[in-house]
């Protein structure tokens, strides 16, 4: 579930007041896309955000009167130089911006299923519905709005890089699970954001866990032929991300045993991400964590980021160094 939904439930669990704000429509350029959501509390809190600036005080304004009023709210904005004001937020675009004073709590999400939330923005109702390719939009003054699984980071390795990886990937809105088989380094001191840790072989471990299209895998363990291994059992999964750490060296290596024992094809290794990350010129760990996590966020989104992946070019070179052989 979005975590200012989420978060939303628990404020009207406890009793709280609150009114809950959604950017439904958005035109041009503008600070937030459509989905942004924002909880506005007449404490002065403010949980989510609609991009800042003018905007988010503007909304404040009507969110914190709605509370009074007990009445829905829809409004637009064209965010120019007459809706600036002394903000400087010119951004030249146009928002629609629905306000509920005090919903009804978000309807439970089944876990790693796609579903789309179905909005009425004349009564405020919602409903769930399953759907396995959800589309964000307004139709019939009716905002529908994807529920996408939260993605899973499996973490193959818990050393220092693994540590690091999983710092990030928790606080960028991945469920981490972490597979080691020394529980020196695979534990909760080391792990604290972790959903899940598994003290346990990874390639072995890797196995009785569920694979799909929400899962991320990045293999960071203590040695090359342990990262093979792990990548045996995961390489014809349908994971939206598999990415191995090491040198080009090392994936040539795995490329042209893979091809060899007939594990995988040439083809196959055109979805593995090694070496990992986006080229930012990371030299420590922490440096190279944020780099695999960009690459991560980047899958997420479906935006193609440039990659530090030398894969195509080190496929070319297995393929002539194992006819050579023949």
Known sequence: MDAVYRQLNEALARGE??????????????PQKAGAKALFFPDGRIIGTLGGGCLEAET???ALRALDTGELQTFHAVLDDDFGWDDGLICGGSVRIFIQPNPAQIP??????????ITDLRTGHRELRA????????????????????????ICGAGHLGEAVAKLGAWSGFTVTVLDDRPDYANRQRF???HEIIVADPATAIRSLPVD???YITLVTRGHRHDAQVLREVIHSNAAYIGMIGSKRKLRTVVEGFIKEGVATAEDFHRVHSPMGVPIGSTNVEEIAV??????????????????????????????????RR
């Open 291 to 324: 780099s695999i996590v960009a690459e991560l966020v980047a899958v997420r989104r479906g935006v193609k980021a440039p990659s530090l992946s030398a894969t195509g070019l080190l496929l070319d070179s297995a393929k002539d160094s194992l006819a050579s």
């Open 60 to 62: 404040r304004t009507k």
């Open 17 to 30: 007041r609150v009114a809950l704000a959604v950017l439904v429509e958005a035109k041009g350029s503008t």
């Open 131 to 154: 759907d396995n390719q959800p589309v964000m939009c307004v139709e019939d003054e009716k905002f529908y709005e994807p529920v996408l699984p939260k993605p899973t980071l499996i």
């Open 192 to 194: 604290p954001d972790a």
């Open 108 to 117: 439970a999400i089944p876990e790693r299923q796609r579903a789309v939330l």
């Open 213 to 215: 299209a929400a899962t």
